[in-house]
C-alpha cells in the first residue's frame, strides 16, 4: 500500500490561486495512475484531474479545464494541482489518489487514498 500525503489547501478569495502537493511514500506500478477528487458537503466525491505516468497523459474534468493543472515530479514522487481563478463552488475537501490503471474518473480505478486538503474559496 502506497501512503499519500497532500498538503498546500487554505482559505482564498475568489479569482486566486492555490497549488496542492501530494506525496507518495513510494514509486511502484501502484502509481502509474495519480489524480485528485474532491468532495463537498452533500455531494459525491468526483475526479478533478488525473496523471498517468505509462503513458505522460493528463485528464481533466470540464470544470477543471483551462483553470487547473496537474503535474508530476517522478524524481521526487510527487503530484501536484495548480489551481488558478478559484471560484467558490470549488470550495471541497481534495484528496489525492493513486492506482494501477483504470479510467482515470472512476475511484474504482485507485488503491490508495490520502487524508485530504482543505480549500475553501470566498465570494
Known amino acids: 500500500q502506497v501512503q499519500l500525503v497532500e498538503s498546500g489547501g487554505g482559505s482564498v478569495q475568489a479569482g486566486g490561486s492555490l497549488r496542492l502537493s501530494c506525496a507518495a511514500s513510494k514509486e511502484s506500478s501502484d502509481t502509474y495512475l495519480m489524480g485528485w477528487f474532491r468532495e463537498a458537503p452533500g455531494k459525491e466525491r468526483e475526479g478533478v484531474a488525473s496523471?498517468?505516468?505509462?503513458?505522460?497523459?493528463?485528464y481533466y474534468a470540464d470544470f477543471a479545464k483551462g483553470r487547473f493543472t496537474i503535474s508530476r515530479d517522478n524524481a521526487k514522487n510527487t503530484l501536484y494541482l495548480q489551481m488558478n481563478s478559484l471560484k467558490p463552488n470549488d470550495t471541497a475537501k481534495y484528496y489525492c489518489a493513486a492506482g494501477y490503471a483504470g479510467i482515470w474518473s472512476e475511484r474504482s480505478s485507485y488503491k490508495s487514498w490520502g487524508q485530504g486538503t482543505q480549500v475553501t474559496v470566498s465570494p
Open positions: 496523471y498517468n505516468r505509462v503513458s505522460v497523459s493528463t
